[in-house]
């Protein structure tokens, strides 16, 4: 009887410890060395054979700091998504281009955006994809989360442009969904091998400029 009352007053004092203990603080440097060791981890293993355990081993970290930061896999994934889409500096990306032609705005900024996933996936982009197209959940959420909101301050900027006499001003909604959809469809065929993207990718922002604003046809300028 005494025995059980110690142990259960032992399990208490341990409740007692464990709330006490104050949860670490959100550490922005840590959680990008957490999603820089997700990417190595994702590349060399795929998405699900990695555990949080082995992405916080190559972090350097204890797997509680990992939860620390995020809640599991999906969330990590997610927030990888985010950085590849630069939700958050969207909006001053188009806002700049209303103080420049877009001949030269345009290729410097798909150039940025094939920088940001070079640098942000590397070798993982293909597993984070396949692992976008398979989970329902996730995709949702990306889709909802992130996607929707890049594309309404995409029409915005198109909106203002059409309104300047920069672009013209029909159907604008499916006009950024096909410059979304042909720069998504280029980085997917590269991932596929296409040998001609492979050597030609240097080239890429500019043909992209001049198919966008110049279209493919024989009277295009």
């Given amino acids: 009887m005494s025995t059980h009352s110690e142990c259960g007053k032992e399990g208490e004092e341990k409740t007692i410890r464990q709330r006490a203990t104050p949860r670490q603080p959100f550490d922005p440097g840590r959680r990008t060395t ?24 190559e972090a350097g970290l204890a797997e509680g700091t ?16 985010d950085g590849l889409n630069e ?23 798909f150039q940025q955006r094939l920088d940001a996933l070079e640098q942000g996936a590397g070798d993982a982009l293909s597993v984070i994809l396949a692992e976008l197209l398979t989970n329902a959940e996730l995709r949702d959420t990306y889709a909802h989360s992130l996607v929707a909101p890049t594309l309404e301050i995409a029409e915005r900027a ?20 096909a410059v979304a959809a042909l720069f998504l469809g280029m980085v997917v065929m590269r991932l596929l ?29």
């Fill in 34 to 57: 957490i999603l820089q060791a997700a990417v190595r981890v994702f590349a060399r293993k795929g998405f699900h054979r990695t555990t949080t355990k082995d992405i916080a081993r």
């Fill in 66 to 81: 990992l939860y620390n930061h995020f809640q599991n896999k999906d969330a990590l994934l997610l927030a990888l998504l």
């Fill in 87 to 109: 939700t958050g500096r969207r909006e001053a990306d188009f806002a700049a281009a209303d103080q420049e032609e877009l001949e030269t705005f345009l290729p410097r900024y």
């Fill in 158 to 177: 198109f909106s203002r442009w059409a309104g300047q006499g920069r672009l013209r001003p029909e159907q604008l909604e499916l006009t950024v969904r």
């Fill in 193 to 221: 091998g296409d040998e001609t993207l492979r050597q030609r990718w240097h080239e890429l922002p500019d043909a992209l400029t001049q198919l966008v604003l110049h279209g493919i046809g024989k009277d295009a300028v």
